[in-house]
């Protein structure tokens, strides 16, 4: 019986009910179509997001058609990672926990029907498959899942969670991918409310550790980059009161910031609690001819400088001013690869706070910048008082920009582009790293010829 007719039976929905879309064997044309039927629904729908107990049933159903799997377990994860009944003063985790174990048995199920974990799958179909992102997907759902249940007291619930992360990690070392790649560990977890647990008698590094970029280039600075050493971070403190001078102008005028959200976003699912707790502003846009949108009129010499950075001219790269208001969290989430991210404090408040990787707890400060590599896990907080802004932007990877960076004078910024830096000398490595960019350009290529998702103007606020 096809996805939609089931659900549909199931539960007698109606022709008015969100239903799934009709799916095949094709786990990746799955992925998309659900996707786009649960984004549509989402933002466009006039009956409201109903789509949660057709969802569930269908996750259930994927553990005999395990290709339906990866698209049903990201479905979970964009629009149900959090307790819609959770408020401040509740007593239990802001994640739903039983969606979201929900969603890392269907990883799991994606991972065994890619056979993503047997130690003789080839290098090409490890990577059409999918298999590294389904791994990260995996651990940060498992790790998640660990904290809150241990939050909430559930430490038999917790333990075993973090042990099944254990034995997935302890036989992803033993597939050709990573045994190749050299030494690839890591610590199940080091989160506040758990003890670490270490796997094996040699040190290896956490899922926070691993990141794509690392996969790309042969050296890292880890989660955190030294911002002193980047021409475009000290660009960014030098022109602190013109970025500044130009969001207040657009606080002053009540309402205005949210209408220019309105109009800039684009649709992402649900990616923070509560839903209306976060706001961007788009100003620049590298994936199109012109960078500068529309919103610009609001921010005309902001973007003005910005759209002259060499570093932003990038299908990577983009500007927005972000706005985070208090009880938000962001949920755990992993950035595109080839590309840093850097932060300037515009207004900061009290408890908010980044965590990136290994790095937890990074506070933004007024008029300073740091940058960060994304292609980490990591999300935000803010457990304090007041709205914090920042002007939020997404530049290249030096390694994708070698020349301006090697023509500079300073050692220092020569070196985030030297051959160390961006070549690997193994020749399995660099294999490695040649079938990924392969992979990348082909799905940014495809990306780049689908029609931008947008939203409607009174659509559920998300962004």
Same mark, same amino acid.
């Given at each position: 019986?096809?996805?939609?007719?089931?659900?549909?039976?199931?539960?007698?929905?109606?022709?008015?009910?969100?239903?799934?879309?009709?799916?095949?064997?094709?786990?990746?044309?799955?992925?998309?179509?659900?996707?786009?039927?649960?984004?549509?629904?989402?933002?466009?729908?006039?009956?409201?997001?109903?789509?949660?107990?057709?969802?569930?049933?269908?996750?259930? %159903?994927?553990?005999?058609?395990?290709?339906?799997?990866?698209?049903?377990?990201?479905?979970?994860?964009?629009?149900?990672?959090?307790?819609?009944?959770?408020?401040?003063?509740?007593?239990?985790?802001?994640?739903?926990?039983?969606?979201?174990?929900?969603?890392?048995?269907?990883?799991?199920?994606?991972?065994?029907?890619?056979?993503?974990?047997?130690?003789?799958?080839?290098? %090409?179909?490890?990577?059409?498959?999918?298999?590294?992102?389904?791994?990260?997907?995996?651990?940060?759902?498992?790790?998640?899942?660990?904290?809150?249940?241990?939050?909430?007291?559930?430490?038999?619930?917790?333990?075993?969670?973090?042990?099944?992360?254990?034995?997935?990690?302890?036989?992803?070392?033993?597939?050709?991918?990573?045994?190749?790649?050299?030494?690839?560990?890591?610590?199940?977890?080091?989160?506040?409310?758990?003890?670490?647990?270490?796997?094996?008698?040699?040190?290896?590094?956490?899922?926070?550790?691993?990141?794509?970029?690392?996969?790309?280039? !042969?050296?890292?600075?880890?989660?955190?980059? !030294?911002?002193?050493?980047?021409?475009?971070?000290?660009?960014?403190?030098?022109?602190?009161?013109?970025?500044?001078?130009?969001?207040?102008?657009?606080?002053?005028?009540?309402?205005?910031?949210?209408?220019?959200?309105?109009?800039?976003?684009?649709?992402?699912?649900?990616?923070?609690?509560?839903?209306?707790?976060?706001?961007?502003?788009?100003?620049?846009?590298?994936?199109?001819?012109? !960078?500068?949108?529309?919103?610009?009129?609001?921010?005309?010499?902001?973007?003005?400088?910005?759209?002259?950075?060499?570093?932003?001219?990038?299908?990577?790269?983009?500007?927005?001013?972000?706005?985070?208001?208090?009880?938000?969290?962001?949920?755990?989430?992993?950035?595109?690869?080839?590309?840093?991210?850097?932060?300037?404090?515009?207004?900061?408040?009290?408890?908010?706070?980044?965590?990136?990787?290994?790095?937890?707890?990074?506070?933004?400060?007024?008029?300073?910048?740091?940058?960060?590599?994304?292609?980490?896990?990591?999300?935000?907080?803010?457990?304090?008082?007041?709205?914090?802004?920042?002007?939020?932007?997404?530049?290249?990877?030096?390694?994708?920009?070698?020349?301006?960076?090697?023509?500079?004078?300073?050692?220092?910024?020569?070196?985030?582009?030297?051959?160390?830096?961006?070549?690997?000398?193994?020749?399995?490595?660099?294999?490695?790293?040649?079938?990924?960019? %392969?992979?990348?350009?082909?799905?940014?290529?495809?990306?780049?010829?689908?029609?931008?998702?947008?939203?409607?103007?009174?659509?559920?606020?998300?962004?």
């Amino acid at each position: 019986m096809a996805a939609a007719a089931a659900v549909a039976a199931a539960f007698g929905l109606g022709a008015a009910a969100w239903a799934p879309p009709e799916l095949s064997e094709d786990e990746f044309a799955n992925q998309e179509v659900l996707q786009k039927s649960l984004f549509d629904e989402y933002y466009h729908s006039e009956r409201g997001f109903a789509v949660g107990e057709a969802l569930r049933q269908l996750g259930h %159903q994927a553990f005999s058609h395990p290709s339906w799997a990866f698209g049903v377990a990201n479905g979970l994860y964009h629009f149900f990672f959090y307790r819609e009944d959770w408020h401040p003063a509740a007593p239990h985790s802001m994640l739903s926990i039983e969606d979201m174990s929900l969603a890392a048995e269907l990883f799991k199920a994606s991972l065994q029907h890619s056979s993503c974990l047997d130690p003789g799958l080839d290098l %090409q179909s490890f990577l059409m498959g999918l298999c590294q992102q389904k791994l990260a997907m995996l651990f940060l759902l498992q790790l998640e899942l660990g904290a809150a249940m241990s939050c909430e007291h559930r430490l038999a619930e917790s333990a075993a969670v973090l042990r099944a992360a254990a034995d997935i990690f302890e036989k992803m070392q033993k597939v050709q991918y990573h045994a190749l790649l050299g030494d690839i560990g890591m610590k199940v977890c080091s989160f506040q409310h758990i003890p670490s647990l270490w796997l094996g008698s040699a040190f290896r590094k956490s899922p926070a550790d691993l990141a794509l970029n690392d996969e790309l280039y !042969p050296r890292s600075f880890g989660a955190v980059w !030294p911002a002193e050493r980047f021409p475009y971070a000290q660009f960014l403190e030098a022109n602190f009161e013109t970025f500044l001078g130009e969001l207040q102008a657009i606080l002053a005028e009540e309402g205005l910031f949210e209408q220019l959200r309105r109009l800039a976003r684009n649709a992402e699912g649900l990616a923070v609690w509560p839903p209306d707790a976060r706001g961007h502003v788009q100003l620049l846009d590298g994936r199109e001819e012109n !960078p500068m949108l529309a919103t610009c009129a609001f921010a005309p010499r902001s973007c003005e400088l910005l759209a002259a950075r060499p570093e932003l001219r990038c299908g990577r790269g983009a500007a927005f001013l972000a706005r985070l208001e208090p009880n938000a969290w962001l949920k755990p989430h992993l950035g595109n690869s080839r590309r840093l991210a850097a932060h300037l404090g515009l207004i900061t408040a009290e408890g908010t706070e980044l965590n990136v990787g290994p790095a937890r707890r990074l506070r933004w400060q007024v008029g300073r910048a740091f940058v960060w590599d994304d292609t980490h896990v990591h999300d935000a907080r803010h457990n304090g008082e007041g709205t914090r802004y920042i002007l939020q932007s997404f530049f290249c990877h030096p390694c994708e920009q070698r020349e301006l960076y090697q023509s500079h004078e300073l050692p220092a910024v020569r070196s985030l582009a030297s051959d160390a830096a961006c070549e690997f000398a193994h020749p399995v490595r660099a294999e490695v790293a040649r079938a990924l960019r %392969q992979e990348m350009d082909a799905r940014e290529e495809a990306y780049r010829s689908m029609p931008r998702m947008t939203v409607r103007a009174d659509a559920p606020v998300s962004v």
